[in-house]
């Protein structure tokens, strides 16, 4: 038929494709359905436990996050002996079919989803019975069965089908050969003749099908072969391609949903490995992998199995896939640390490449962590949903705020769900930012979140693709292997220097307030449990809780996860999440109190107060002890009863109280300010520069609702033009409270209300806001901001181990996208001689634009949780006016003062059997740390050996060197990596070492102590 045309010809191709698809399976018989439902999961053996359902298709099972055992039972008839036999099962829910003994083999799941489609049709509903059958085989299969769909909506808990079918294996080859040539001649010109070539053959073999029947389908399939075994010539771009399923740890699902998605997906990867020799996969967290190994212990060794083999990639460095923008220093160090401990130990293999396909933006602090841990490459995508402005490359070296860059590639399909398909192929090879300088690309096929990741027809799609004339080649391979093969061309990379800043998802930096609450006091508090612990540990020989540090480390981790510690998942998540919070915060608490009374009761009497100091210098502070107020000194690291740190009777009689509280206004010695009629900030006048902190005619403090009806990842770019109002001040009451002066003031806005206790202290250079709220607004958002009268075209933002500056200006789209910035202890405005900083004790959410410095203190979206909070809020903020800049004025010590309290801690009675000496190896303080600008972030016991662990890090971007002085004889102090091991011996036989720091370096020192 020379006179007909290509757009024809194609089109009764396709027509034909549908009509394959739908001749590939015949069912013979339905199956008998009964099912037990709860609703939450039970074990296997208790499967029978349920409400008894018997079920037709159309019957419903039951309603959201609702669970079911499920039996299918039949006999496969005599007929079909010979026949490719097979079950087609679909609940409209996920479900995991199991073995005789409960055990994970196949996982099942719905087509009715939100899934994509255009990357795909989601639903894996085939199960494999015999081929070829004998006929007669008895089907009694027991499904593990959960009523949600991929994205954790209600969408159904019927019963879609249940039946024995045979599967026509030539037409299910045959629809593979037609899919994927159709979709090449979709990728190839027009006017090329390896296009007109396929699209004729098709063209051909579909006239052949009006018919399809076992002749049709062998001629068919015969016509269209010699344009699959054409091959490609020498390849301008390899696309390395590995099998992924995504999966949130929590997200729109609870916690228990995501280990039951795990087997579900990883028992259908290792079906789908028995008929696919090539398939590669590879799947990140370890925290996953623990829960395979504690639920469902078979199925875990057969994913150990596979891994030996080298066709299971354990991927990643990290416990979880964390935030990286909220999660402290000290956690993401602990995320390297756990994770790839857990990868070596189980599977004795190093981990190489950072996978965090899915964080909302990536802390400059990232590469030096990595490096320093034995970690050469990271992989990640999310940055292709930045809203306005493309990401320059898709591989890169992207250097950190301290120097260290580390190979990075972005898969240039801009998904991690891709279909395998000729489209995929043709996208990377058009869209890769790099093909100028690089031969090789990254993708990533399946479906993920309890997708069951890489289907039948992906592997179907990748064996016809391997190297066909018209497409890129793909090959199967880990991604070690890549980024191994990408190395070599490095040289040629451009360089990215700074955060990677994701243009989406800044409402993450705020929502569901409480949680990044607990996250931050969480990591304080076990900051200082560990030194409290190595404290005894160290000078008095009591025995290190490393065990249940360790449980509450992982369990801290798990809840910085990129849709927890972010807010962006439902109700339930959170709810569970804040209940564990609380019980872990109690139970280190509780330990602090308990280890630090322990040490206490050798230096004072039983029930005598003795004050702790954790940080690396010494710290004057007001401490309460029972009632009453105390003016102390405490040394760096160190401790000392209150009676000695009080000052003399003469070092107090030249001090003069400048303390006053009245009417719209506080002063102390330092600070004097003044209120307006609306309760905001009239001045901050500093006494000791002389000039005024705010910018005149401003008001500092405003607490300003803005309509927001974003989800919890986004809110409005122009919300500043949507105002909803201010609080409204309805009363305020100046007092004296021993060393504070306060200013008490209550605040409301529709169902809302706010109380601030403003206060400055004795001799403090601070003005702080100690803030409750009741928050019970929808789709608004609030924040407090602060004009200044500080002149910066750069702001400085504290991130995890050192600091950014970022534009004050909105001159270009790139700044203006990056409104919306993160920081962690501060932010502040400097110039040369003077500045302001403005620090929190738990938000994250700021922005900073010409002279105004604001903080976002709550926002409450309505997606995914309906209820976010909607509650209670404590949270404390403070303005800091400061001589000289953030650096000179080391603002850095400010934030980890209102961070980390002086602890004041009663002494215990001895002998209780927990301390095993009866003297200290040493009195005074842990350690001295002599050098500028350098931050002891944490001191705790090594993991693997008896030796103690140092953290340190340069604080302010220069380089810094001084001496570090041991309160105890060691025997050898090194320099090790961050996973602790030595990189170099820096002293043996003493106490004091020389350390030089290059700007934000850290430095992780490993001690072993001399006998005592």
């Not at 999660?327 to 490449?353: C, H, N, P, T």
């Not at 953290?951 to 102090?973: K, M, N, Q």
């Amino acid at each position: 038929m020379p006179y007909e045309t290509d757009r024809i010809m194609l089109q009764k191709a396709k027509q034909r494709l549908t009509a394959l698809r739908k001749a590939v399976y015949r069912t013979v018989t339905p199956l008998r359905v009964t099912a037990w439902v709860t609703p939450e999961p039970v074990p296997y053996a208790d499967r029978m436990t349920g409400e008894r359902l018997e079920l037709q298709p159309g019957d419903s099972w039951g309603g959201l996050w609702g669970c079911a055992w499920f039996r299918f039972q039949g006999t496969v008839p005599g007929e079909l002996a010979g026949e490719k036999v097979v079950l087609l099962i679909d609940v409209n829910g996920e479900l995991c079919l199991v073995d005789e003994e409960g055990t994970p083999r196949q996982g099942l799941t719905n087509i009715n989803s939100e899934f994509d489609f255009s990357l795909g049709l989601p639903g894996k509903r085939v199960v494999d019975v015999a081929f070829p059958a004998a006929g007669g085989e008895v089907i009694d299969l027991w499904a593990d069965g959960g009523n949600n769909d991929l994205f954790g909506r209600f969408r159904g808990g019927t019963l879609k089908e249940a039946d024995i079918a045979v599967c026509r294996e030539p037409v299910r080859e045959l629809y593979y050969d037609f899919e994927v040539l159709i979709e090449l001649v979709e990728q190839l010109p027009e006017a090329g003749s390896r296009r007109a070539q396929i699209v004729q053959s098709l063209y051909e073999a579909a006239n052949m099908l009006a018919v399809i029947d076992e002749e049709t389908v062998r001629n068919a399939k015969a016509k269209v072969a010699p344009q699959l075994a054409k091959r490609g010539g020498d390849p301008t771009i390899t696309v390395s391609a590995i099998g992924h399923a995504h999966i949130d740890l929590a997200w729109l699902w609870p916690i228990r949903e995501t280990i039951r998605k795990g087997a579900r997906t990883f028992s259908t990867v290792l079906r789908n490995m028995e008929k696919y020799p090539d398939y590669v996969f590879g799947a990140s967290q370890p925290q996953l992998y623990a829960w395979m190994k504690e639920h469902y212990p078979k199925l875990y060794g057969r994913i150990k199995e596979r891994i030996r083999e080298g066709r299971w990639e354990a991927q990643g460095a990290m416990w979880v896939e964390p935030d990286t923008n909220i999660s402290g220093g000290e956690a993401l160090v602990r995320q390297i640390l756990y994770g790839k401990r857990f990868f070596r130990e189980e599977f004795g293999q190093d981990m190489k490449v950072l996978w965090l396909p899915d964080v909302f933006g990536y802390t400059g602090s990232l590469p030096q962590l990595l490096r320093k841990s034995g970690v050469d490459y990271m992989m990640t995508q999310k940055l292709s949903w930045s809203v306005y402005n493309t990401h320059p490359h898709h591989s890169f070296l992207w250097e950190g705020i301290d120097g260290t860059r580390v190979l990075t590639h972005l898969p240039p399909e801009d998904t991690y769900n891709s279909p395998a398909a000729p489209r995929s192929l043709m996208k990377i090879e058009q869209r890769y930012l790099d093909k100028g300088v690089s031969e090789h690309a990254l993708m990533l096929f399946g479906i993920g979140d309890g997708g069951g990741g890489p289907g039948e027809e992906h592997l179907e799609r990748l064996a016809r693709e391997r190297d066909l004339l018209g497409l890129p080649p793909v090959i199967q391979e880990s991604s070690l292997a890549f980024f191994r093969r990408l190395e070599r061309e490095a040289e040629r990379f451009q360089t990215y220097k700074g955060e990677l800043y994701l243009e989406k998802h800044q409402g993450t930096l705020t929502s569901q307030a409480r949680n990044k609450w607990y996250n931050r006091k969480l990591e304080k508090a076990l900051r200082e449990l560990e030194f409290a612990a190595t404290l005894a540990w160290a000078l008095t020989g009591a025995a290190y809780p490393a065990e249940r540090l360790e449980r509450i480390w992982k369990e801290t981790l798990l809840y910085q996860f990129h849709d927890i510690l972010p807010g962006s998942s439902i109700t339930r998540v959170f709810e569970e999440s804040l209940a564990r919070y609380a019980e872990l915060y109690r139970e280190v608490e509780a330990m602090l109190d308990e280890t630090y009374g322990e040490i206490a009761g050798f230096i004072a009497e039983p029930g005598r107060p003795v004050l702790f100091n954790s940080l690396p210098w010494d710290r004057e502070d007001w401490v309460q002890w029972e009632g009453g107020w105390h003016k102390v000194s405490v040394p760096a690291m160190g401790y000392l009863p209150l009676e000695a740190a009080l000052p003399t009777t003469a070092e107090e009689e030249p001090a003069l109280s400048v303390l006053r509280a009245a009417d719209g206004w506080l002063e102390n010695d330092r600070l004097s300010i003044r209120f307006d009629e609306n309760g905001g900030l009239q001045s901050v006048y500093d006494k000791t520069c002389g000039r005024e902190a705010l910018q005149p005619g401003g008001s500092g403090n405003m607490l300003t609702v803005y309509h927001d009806d974003g989800d919890a990842w986004d809110f409005p770019r122009d919300y500043r033009e949507m105002k909803a109002g201010r609080m409204k001040l309805e009363q305020a009451k100046a007092y004296i409270d021993g060393p504070r002066a306060v200013m008490e003031q209550e605040y409301r806005f529709g169902e809302s209300t706010i109380r601030q206790k403003i206060m400055l202290y004795e001799g403090g250079s601070a003005v702080i806001f100690e803030t409750e709220a009741d928050w019970r607004e929808t789709g608004k958002m609030l924040r407090a901001a602060f004009p200044l009268n500080v002149a910066s075209d750069r702001v400085n933002c504290e991130i995890q181990f050192g600091h950014l500056k970022r534009p004050t200006t909105r001159n270009t789209l790139l700044q203006m996208a990056q409104d919306e910035i993160c920081a962690h202890h501060f932010i502040d405005l400097s110039q040369p001689d003077y500045g302001v900083a403005l620090l929190n004790d738990c938000k994250y959410g700021h922005s900073a634009e010409a002279n105004v410095i604001d903080i976002n203190l709550l926002r409450s979206p309505s997606y995914p949780d309906e209820t976010a909070d909607r509650a209670r809020h404590r949270f404390t903020y403070a303005l800091h006016p400061h001589q000289g800049d953030f650096i000179r004025a080391e603002v850095y010590k400010k934030g980890y003062e209102l961070n980390i309290p002086l602890r004041a801690v009663q002494a215990s009675a001895m002998g209780d059997g927990t301390v095993v000496s009866e003297t200290p190896r040493a009195a005074g303080p842990l350690l001295r740390l002599h050098a500028d600008n350098v931050m002891v972030e944490a001191v705790k016991k090594a993991e693997d050996s008896g030796h103690l662990i140092l953290r340190l890090y340069e604080t302010s971007g220069t380089a810094a060197r001084g001496t570090l002085e041991l309160g105890f004889d060691c025997r050898v102090i090194e320099e090790t990596d961050l996973m602790e091991a030595p990189i170099r011996v820096l002293g043996k036989n003493g106490r004091e070492v020389e350390l030089d720091f290059t700007p934000f370096e850290i430095k992780t020192i490993r001690v072993e102590l001399a006998k005592s």
